[in-house]
């Protein structure tokens, strides 16, 4: 069976102190002003945490032995625990910002954009979810034309992460570029530098959650980029993003667990010491049976979550098929973020009236949980995709 | 540069500690332990000499098993290698004993151009042991250091006290004791992490450093802890109500704390 090794374990302790450090005393704070802390992604770049899944060619740690992608969802768990937004700005800044490049870009590509991103100067984003196109990304209407020696783009992105940060260097967007012999579209994925004449990112949304991670629309009208700014081959749009969220499906469910984590131990913290009729509250089994199901939550959630990571990393090391890698995903991502929501309802139950006000960290997990439900492929989605590979017909 | 860092371990003092009943000694199967924080900047101190030109740092430590982690952390950090001594005969050694046996052990590790120390333990708080040490090896001791250059063989130092800065030289070798404001001690990063495990870590008894057990423990102990008693719960503030004059209030009690 799969386990933790001590280098993980050590990794984790280092992430919750940095977390507890760098974070915690300020995440209030941003939190209220939406504020993106861009001075903290190059310190998670010095711990390693962007290039945990990337070879040392590019600034990472990844190889046999080494950095893998469990140590990523280590690192993922221990941030969301302390707050998801930065959570997530890990979790797509490795998943959706890097990820792509690295497994599809060509040398030049990852040599241009890996060691800045590995080393947190810079920040990637994915687009590929759209006004009119989200579960069912491969409706993309966005569409980039040859035009000689570029892709001229036009169309719209609707919420990407880290898309619109100071850093940010590049968002890689799916659009069409033709139409297949069957009809569908053919979809291919392009690089978009920031900055580029004609890309616009829109103003930030105002979120119900996730108020620290950064999340933009994106326009494109008529933005032109060189040939070779093709993402891998022409035509692959589809499968690539569709592997890409395999990936991130499982660094979700780690921020999820670090998020039941939080509510076990806030709720566990507040059940011992509020005094409600002479006693503590956790002292009735209302309370303390509610706080006992928190802690069966976070071990299912967790062991659903690394059995997934240690699958991938077994994948990447070609002992496991992605048939197998694919639907551990799909159930821990679906498992983990209902548990999650589940727990911040919870917890924020266990704080009382406190657990409705923003000086305590259970509202803000209770905001930011609702979002682990619905990105990188609803729960809706997650039960398509297990009873696709359970092999039910399909329509 | 060869610099030679003692590191401590300590009960984590996030955490409740206690001693234990029998010989008014640390608790340490209670509470977690861990490297000292004032020796993360000393470790950090030698880092960035090394790393600026060219040598080792070897870390030392004297305690129980689980010491270890805190050399752990030390090579995951960045430092090369680690030394480890560790002897029942040790429990309950105080400061004197300490130097002694961190003398020998950096006596045999060799001689290296700087032993850098914190300027305290987060538990003992003694700050005795880098002079004694400094004493026992016949080097200077150069303590407190909230700014440390070393320019071939001379360190500088800056000494930061409550009426004056001292700016003060020494010859190496040395020995330097940190302050906290020296540095921003590095978090280890996952690199580190995975490269410390094949780091050489050397264990060695008081046999090995040809120290008697007789001089160390609690028994060779100059001090002794009599008793021990929890601090009573804090008392509740000193409320000021303003009455027209609370600013003047306010600033006269600071300064009765000395606070300004
Ligand atoms: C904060 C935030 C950050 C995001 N970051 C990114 C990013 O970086 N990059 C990116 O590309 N996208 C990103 N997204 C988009 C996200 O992935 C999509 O919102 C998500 O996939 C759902 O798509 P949708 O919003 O279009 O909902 P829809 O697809 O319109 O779904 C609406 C509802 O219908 C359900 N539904 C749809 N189809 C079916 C079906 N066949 N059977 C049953 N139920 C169905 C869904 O489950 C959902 O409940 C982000 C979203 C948010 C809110």
């Known amino acids: 069976m799969f386990e933790l090794s001590q280098e993980h374990e050590d990794f984790r302790k280092v992430v919750r102190d940095f977390a507890e450090k760098e974070v915690a005393p300020h995440i209030a704070q941003w939190d209220r002003d939406e504020h993106f802390p861009t001075d903290l992604v190059p310190k998670m770049g010095e711990l390693g945490l962007f290039g945990l899944v990337v070879p040392e060619e590019y600034g990472g740690s990844a190889g046999e032995g080494q950095g893998d992608f469990t140590s990523l969802c280590v690192a993922i768990e221990e941030l969301g625990r302390v707050d998801q937004s930065i959570g997530i700005t890990l979790s797509a800044g490795v998943g959706l910002g890097i990820n792509p490049i690295l497994t599809y870009g060509s040398d030049e590509q990852k040599a241009r954009y890996l060691p800045d991103l590995v080393a947190g100067r810079a920040l990637a984003g994915f687009g590929l979810t759209e006004p009119e196109a989200g579960s069912d990304a491969g409706a993309t209407r966005t569409r980039a034309t040859r035009e000689g020696d570029d892709w001229v783009i036009n169309g719209a992105k609707a919420f990407i992460t880290n898309s619109g940060t100071d850093i940010t260097s590049v968002v890689t967007v799916t659009a069409r570029t033709g139409t297949n012999d069957d009809g569908s579209a053919r979809i291919s994925a392009v690089m978009v530098p920031s900055g580029t004449p004609g890309f616009t990112v829109e103003p930030a949304y105002h979120k119900l959650g996730w108020h620290v991670s950064d999340t933009h629309g994106l326009t494109f009208e008529d933005c032109r980029v060189p040939a070779s700014n093709l993402l891998g081959t022409e035509g692959d749009g589809f499968k690539q993003f569709l592997k890409t969220l395999d990936d991130g499906r499982i660094a979700i469910s780690a921020l999820a667990v670090g998020c039941a984590q939080a509510c076990l131990e806030l709720a566990t913290g507040y059940a011992s010491t509020r005094v409600a009729f002479g006693r503590p509250i956790g002292v009735n089994q209302g309370i303390s049976f509610q706080v006992a199901d928190l802690a069966v939550m976070v071990e299912a959630a967790r062991l659903l979550t690394y059995k997934a990571a240690w699958l991938k990393d077994e994948l990447h090391e070609g002992r496991r098929t992605v048939r197998e890698v694919k639907h551990a995903a799909a159930i821990a991502k679906l498992h983990s973020t209902e548990a999650a929501v589940t727990a911040t309802r919870i917890a924020t139950q266990v704080f009382g009236g406190n657990g409705f006000m923003e000086e305590y960290p259970v509202a803000r997990f209770y905001r930011d949980a609702k979002i682990l439900e619905i990105g990188e492929g609803t729960s809706e989605v997650q039960r398509m995709l297990i009873a696709r590979g359970l092999g039910l017909p399909q329509a | ?260």
């Open chain 2, 1 to 260: 540069m060869n610099i030679v860092v003692c590191v401590k371990y300590v009960p984590d003092a996030q955490a409740e500690r206690t001693f234990n009943a029998s010989d008014n000694t640390t608790d340490r199967e209670n509470v977690d332990g861990l490297l000292s924080e004032l020796d993360e900047y000393a470790v950090e101190a030698a880092l960035k000499l090394v790393e600026a030109g060219e040598g080792e740092v070897t870390v030392v430590t004297v305690g129980p098993d689980q010491a270890a982690d805190a050399i752990k952390k030390a090579l995951q950090m960045g430092a090369d290698k680690g030394v480890h001594v560790k002897d029942d005969a040790i429990h309950g050694s105080d400061a004197i004993a300490t130097s002694l046996v961190l003398a020998e052990a950096i006596k045999k590790i060799g001689s290296p151009d700087l032993v850098v120390t914190g300027m305290a333990s987060t538990d003992g708080t003694m700050g005795v042991v880098p002079t004694m040490l400094a004493e026992r090896l016949g080097l200077p001791a150069v303590t407190y250091a909230s700014e440390l250059t070393v320019d071939g063989a001379k360190a500088t130092i800056r000494r930061d006290g409550d009426v004056s800065t001292q700016t003060i030289e020494a010859t190496l070798p040395a020995l330097i004791s940190v302050t906290d404001q020296i540095n921003e001690p590095r978090y280890p990063s996952f690199k580190g992490i995975m490269a410390a495990k094949k780091k050489p870590v050397e264990e060695w008894s008081l046999a090995d450093l040809g120290v008697e057990a007789g001089q160390v423990g609690l028994d060779a102990a100059w001090t002794k802890v009599e008793a021990f008693a929890a601090r009573p719960p804090r008392s509740q503030g000193e409320i000021v109500t303003d009455e027209g004059d609370g600013g003047k209030k306010l600033a006269e009690f600071l300064a009765s704390r000395k606070f300004i």
